[in-house]
């Protein structure tokens, strides 16, 4: 973390604290409201602009209100999402302002995912702050298929004071605050422009009265940001419900012309006994082909997922050529991965996984690493682990781009959690992977979803090639 990128960030914090510490004493209350249904280019899928309905046939609805007269209010709206068919349903609601007929808007807040159960209903409390210059209001709703029918009810509240930017209810100036320092404080990626995303912040908050108007105010500045990993949760909020990964062994192969491939597939690496074992046969079957000593080594990550890379960095140490393979960078500086003799720790700990392996050789020839949108969370940091490896080289597609591991969370004062992205990985070059992880040579649909793809294949020979010339 550069000085400069932490006094910026330090500013931004002081900035937004003393823009907390200015609000205004507006009244903080609220009441029931029903602004006008809106005209002009997009209307409401329903005339009074208070309910809609999802099915196959409309995958997309939108509520849309005249809110002329609600400039500079806050305005709360209840979602009630029913579903009326045999299945789950899933819906995103979006809060938008000043809809267009080519679906562009003038400012839109993603709410949370809503899962549906069968003939029951979901709710969501929304919250935006109505610009000075905004003209409607609305919820566009999304429907994932399957499609089931959904019917979306609308109740609206708005403040009975005016706010003008960055002034909010008094009593909600201390969890602004908190809020704000903590995001700006953790999140590990550089801001574009900090005073833009400051004035963001400041419109975002105007208005805010409580917990869930502060979740939303952070919604939009992770939106603003581009934060694609950080997420909020308001007291009350269900906690989304954990993926759950099936362990699958890997798979090993030795082609006749001297080829060894390894496939990682995904571990359930919260459970110690499974990741144990996993890590176990991965690196048995890697010793068992590297006793027949192969050429080259084929190292197939397209279907690897874990949410931690310890038990495959310690399986496949003997590839890595570390013992330092890479880290993890936040706001605090960097924590290095040690893979070496069958075990993986952060330099300076314990062993987080250890084989207890004998001695082995390390493999310093040409290895080919296979990489997709099937690698993801861990399975990316094994692949940064790779990066700067001497004869070495990364084919297929950009990887899932989510680093689960980065991702630190935060109790707020309120009961508000918020995950903020503090972490990114480094590999052993220095570089620091903020987007996905992404190959040396795009490989083709056909080529990329081949168990051994040709192209792999013939940069091994090219090594083949270039190290008999340099002998």
């Known amino acids: 973390m550069?000085?400069?990128?932490?006094?910026?960030?330090?500013?931004?914090?002081?900035?937004?604290?003393?823009?907390?510490?200015?609000?205004?004493?507006?009244?903080?209350?609220?009441?029931?409201?029903?602004?006008?249904?809106?005209?002009?280019?997009?209307?409401?899928?329903?005339?009074?602009?208070?309910?809609?309905?999802?099915?196959?046939?409309?995958?997309?609805?939108?509520?849309?209100?005249?809110?002329?007269?609600?400039?500079?209010?806050?305005?709360?709206?209840?979602?009630?999402?029913?579903?009326?068919?045999?299945?789950?349903?899933?819906?995103?609601?979006?809060?938008?302002?000043?809809?267009?007929?080519?679906?562009?808007?003038?400012?839109?807040?993603?709410?949370?995912?809503?899962?549906?159960?069968?003939?029951?209903?979901?709710?969501?409390?929304?919250?935006?702050?109505?610009?000075?210059?905004?003209?409607?209001?609305?919820?566009?709703?999304?429907l994932a298929a399957p499609a089931q029918p959904v019917a979306v009810a609308f109740a609206l509240e708005c403040s009975?004071?005016?706010?003008?930017?960055?002034?909010?209810?008094?009593?909600?100036a201390p969890l602004v605050d908190e809020a704000l320092r903590t995001y700006f404080g953790q999140f590990i990626d550089p801001l574009a422009d900090p005073k833009a995303a400051l004035e963001m912040a400041?419109?975002?908050?105007?208005?805010v009265q409580d917990g869930n108007d502060v979740a939303w105010v952070l919604r939009g500045l992770m939106q603003f940001v581009h934060d694609e990993h950080g997420y909020v949760l308001a007291p009350g909020e269900p906690v989304p419900v954990r993926r759950v990964l099936a362990t699958r062994a890997p798979e090993f192969e030795l082609r006749t012309d001297g080829v060894a491939i390894v496939r990682l597939h995904a571990v359930d690496t919260t459970s110690d006994g499974v990741a144990l074992a996993w890590a176990g046969a991965l690196h048995d079957g890697i010793a068992s082909l590297a006793a027949q000593h192969p050429r080259a080594w084929i190292v197939d990550l397209r279907d690897h997922d874990a949410d931690a890379p310890w038990p495959a960095l310690a399986a496949l140490s003997a590839l890595l050529d570390g013992p330092a393979v890479g880290a993890f960078v936040n706001r605090q500086g960097q924590q290095g991965w040690i893979a070496d003799r069958g075990s993986a720790r952060i330099a300076g700990g314990p062993a987080l996984v250890d084989l207890q392996s004998p001695p082995e050789p390390t493999f310093r020839g040409p290895v080919a690493v296979l990489i997709g949108p099937g690698t993801r969370n861990a399975g990316e940091d094994v692949a940064v682990a790779f990066r700067g490896r001497a004869h070495t080289r990364f084919l297929g597609a950009a990887t899932a781009g989510f680093p689960l591991q980065g991702v630190g969370?935060?109790?707020?004062?309120?009961?508000?959690?918020?995950?903020?992205?503090?972490?990114?990985?480094?590999?052993?070059?220095?570089?620091?992977?903020?987007?996905?992880?992404?190959?040396?040579?795009?490989?083709r649909p056909e080529a990329a979803a081949a168990p051994v793809p040709q192209p792999a294949l013939d940069w091994i020979e090219d090594e083949r090639a270039a190290a008999m010339e340099r002998r």
């Open 202 to 207: 400041r419109a975002l908050s105007s208005g």
């Open 2 to 142: 550069t000085l400069k990128r932490l006094l910026v960030l330090n500013c931004v914090a002081a900035a937004l604290a003393a823009s907390a510490g200015d609000a205004a004493a507006a009244t903080a209350v609220r009441s029931a409201c029903t602004p006008s249904p809106a005209g002009g280019e997009v209307v409401s899928q329903v005339s009074d602009a208070l309910s809609t309905h999802l099915d196959a046939a409309h995958l997309a609805a939108i509520a849309n209100w005249d809110v002329r007269w609600w400039q500079r209010h806050r305005v709360w709206i209840a979602l009630d999402a029913s579903n009326g068919g045999d299945a789950v349903a899933h819906v995103l609601p979006q809060v938008v302002v000043d809809a267009q007929a080519s679906g562009g808007v003038a400012q839109s807040l993603v709410g949370l995912p809503m899962t549906v159960a069968p003939h029951a209903h979901a709710t969501q409390r929304l919250s935006i702050y109505v610009p000075d210059d905004a003209r409607t209001l609305g919820v566009r709703t999304l």
């Open 409 to 443: 969370v935060h109790r707020l004062s309120d009961g508000t959690t918020m995950g903020v992205l503090e972490t990114r990985d480094v590999d052993r070059t220095g570089v620091v992977h903020r987007i996905p992880v992404e190959p040396d040579a795009v490989l």
């Open 160 to 172: 009975e004071s005016r706010f003008d930017t960055g002034e909010f209810s008094p009593a909600a």
